[in-house]
């Protein structure tokens, strides 16, 4: 799991600064770009047909959060949409991974980067959500174990703009 983060931190050259003030991601979102979006789908399990409708479609992330950390995101694909609250900062909830494994999850801010992450019993899914310039950058990393199979890893990045 800090392998993931690891990784990510390096290549984005994120490192822990202070007095850094939280982005505002509040609003629509719409998808412009995805990366390794069908590996990250196969590593998760997700057959086939359904990574050929999600390569086809850019999904809209709806995005609220308040001075309390109350955090809201609706995420919309086509007809299926889901819909996910809790506080950053707080405990973590009970949810389930894209694939439909049941997890914990929990959100918080490491400076102006929101991270999320997701421990089910065969898959942890670790993100980060930041702004650059007008754009707002989503990027996951999935590791699912095995037991005859080994450990398996792929990453995904999207861009989205304001609608």
Known sequence: EMCIRDSINAEYGRQGTSNMVQPNFNGRWKATTKEGLDDFLT???????KRKI?????????????????FKLQI??????????????????????????????SLAWEDEV??????GAKTTIFGRRWLEGEEMVADMSVE??????????????????RE
Not at 62 to 68: L, Q, Y
Not at 79 to 99: Q, S, Y
Not at 145 to 155: Q, V
């Open 43 to 49: 590593v998760m399990k997700i057959n086939m047909i």
């Open 114 to 119: 929101l991270v999320v992450r997701m421990d």
């Open 76 to 105: 919309e694909m086509g007809p299926i949409t889901k819909t996910t609250e809790c506080v950053i900062g707080g405990p973590a909830f009970e949810d389930e991974t894209p694939g439909g494994e049941k997890c914990t999850t």
């Open 144 to 161: 699912r174990r095995g037991a005859n199979s080994g450990t398996k890893t792929a990453r995904q990045t999207m861009r989205f703009v």
């Open 54 to 70: 999600a390569s086809m479609v850019y999904p809209t992330h709806v995005i609220e959060i308040d001075d309390h950390g109350n």
